[in-house]
């Protein structure tokens, strides 16, 4: 099943891209993938998470009116990875 990243728009895989929901106005990666609500889905790209924040996709995506804490957004290329790799 497909999905399209909402940093730089290319389809792809569900299983290639992290999913991003709201959590208590706060981003947040959802490591399973089935958190309830709303997600986002990103490639696991830096260039795609700045696209992605400087365009406001994520706001759009998640259709929220206000602004949200991306703190949760901050994570290591290894945490990305292992991931990608628990489908």
Known sequence: ?????VGCRQRSQRAELLRIV????VLVF???KSLPGRGAWLHNSQD???LAISRKALNRALKLKSAV???GLIISKEQAETMLANK
């Open 22 to 25: 709201e959590k208590s106005a």
């Open 1 to 5: 099943m497909e999905r399209t990243c």
């Open 69 to 71: 804490d991306l703190s």
């Open 30 to 32: 959802d490591r399973q």
């Open 48 to 50: 795609c998470l700045d």
